[in-house]
């Protein structure tokens, strides 16, 4: 508890914001890389500030496309309070790119040669919160009798290692075609190039939705967004406003209302 504390001072953000809590629409959002914060006592990790505006610091755009989610729907939104190069709230513990030492060529001074004490301490002080908070969340649903769907929202940056990379959203999913399936099948109706499993793949990336609703048996997927289409708040309204309609006949689908193992 003596080094979460020296972690967050005073005047930092909370490891994660909550909107829209007590919402009984049965859609929870999650957002695991929303803010590029970092505590004053890690002393932004060694890195100038527009290293931490870039896409290793967050993702841009998903939080502003997630709060205007959650305010469409009336839905509870869970959103992480500090940057992934804190801790990754998308990795599990231990992973190697939990912390990562470097990310897209930029070295991270601060994450290099921590020790034990010091890595537990980023884990309790910045992933567990939130991910106790989406927890709680999904107790309270479970509480009502409720089966809730579960969407993560990130975004991606248009070109990496070299590659352009063609598509306007992706959907990443594992085992569970519920929502994923006609999410991309929506989104293609509307002329888009959607990933089906791209630019990452559900199967073998990400933490966060797997562990809370694939584990538990709840309709679940992952947006990915386009960054360079989200960058603006009018490009936020916009993906939020397409969104906002493509969604609600897929989530009054009857499969969606029922916990199903896959």
Do not use: K
């Not at 009798?145 to 990379?165: E, I």
């Amino acid at each position: 508890m003596q080094a979460e504390a020296c972690l967050i001072g005073p005047h930092d953000p909370s490891p994660y914001r909550l909107l829209n809590d007590a919402s009984r629409v049965p859609l929870l959002l999650v957002c695991d890389h929303a803010s590029r914060a970092v505590p004053r006592a890690l002393a932004g990790l060694g890195l100038p500030e527009a290293e931490l505006e870039r896409h290793i610091g967050w993702d841009i755009g998903a939080a502003r496309v997630t709060e205007r989610l959650a305010e469409a729907f009336g839905a509870c939104a869970v959103l992480s309070g500090y940057s992934r190069l804190v801790i990754d709230c998308n990795r599990a513990p231990g992973d190697a790119s939990s912390i990562p030492e470097a990310s897209d060529g930029t070295a991270i001074p601060g994450n290099r040669g921590l020790s034990d004490a010091e890595l537990a301490a980023r884990i309790d002080t910045f992933f567990w919160p939130y991910h106790h908070a989406i927890t709680r969340v999904l107790a309270a649903f479970g509480h009502h009798g409720q089966v809730p769907v579960v969407l993560g929202v990130h975004s991606f940056t248009p070109r990496m290692n070299g590659f352009d990379r063609p598509w306007d959203v992706g959907v990443l999913w594992n085992h569970d075609p519920r929502l994923a399936v006609p999410l991309i099948e929506a989104l293609r109706a509307q002329g888009l190039v959607v990933g089906d499993n791209e630019p990452y793949s559900g199967r073998d990336t990400g933490y966060t939705v797997e562990a809370h609703a694939g584990s538990a048996g709840l309709p679940h997927a992952v947006l990915e967004l386009r960054q360079d289409r989200i960058a603006s708040e009018a490009g936020c309204r916009e993906w939020a406003d397409r969104l906002a309609t493509v969604l609600p006949p897929l989530l009054a689908r009857p499969e969606l209302a029922r916990v199903e193992f896959f």
